[in-house]
């Protein structure tokens, strides 16, 4: 598997054809009288992510896949990245999907398809009112897994949502990171 969005995996044929990460960087600029305008860093923007793979019939159902990765797009909610090595990149939302059909069957099915995916970052404050959960049951760890970590203890914080808190932004959470007997069902 190459990488999970919310429970959609992308497995794919290798590695994605195209792979581009980008963010930008917002600044102001102000005119001054009889000089050179000034500029001011106001704010860091979203990251977004263009992923192109190819998706054949010989491993997937290309319909399956599109279809799911439709109906997400169509939720407008935020879902978690994962890439297979277990790097949690954070949440995102599909911000446009196109398909290019490279191969079809006489009978008009998909054999064979080109798929663009472009997601966009999307931040939001663990716990805020306005917070988009996943809508199913994630792993967790344990309050004794927090304390082992240095974090504050709380019953039962799925892994994804607690990362943060407990390693960092940009960290990778590594298997040997959790004892396999701290992980249970999160009750929310």
Known sequence: MFALLGSIPFQII????????????????????EGTPRLQWVGDGLESIDL?????RSFTDPGVRMLALSEAAGAHQALPLIFGNG?????YVIESLSTLSRQLSDSGD???VTLRVRLRESIFSIGAADAQLPNFTPLAIS?????AAGAEQSPGVSALLSLF????PGSILRPEDVPASLIVRSAA
């Open 14 to 33: 290798d590695s994605p054809q195209r792979f581009n990460a980008g963010r930008e960087y917002d600044y102001a600029q102000h005119r001054v009288i």
């Open 52 to 56: 192109e793979m190819m998706l054949h």
């Open 87 to 91: 790097e949690f990149r954070g949440y």
């Open 110 to 112: 998909t054999l064979a």
């Open 143 to 147: 309050a004794a897994a927090g304390s």
């Open 165 to 168: 808190k407990m390693f960092g």
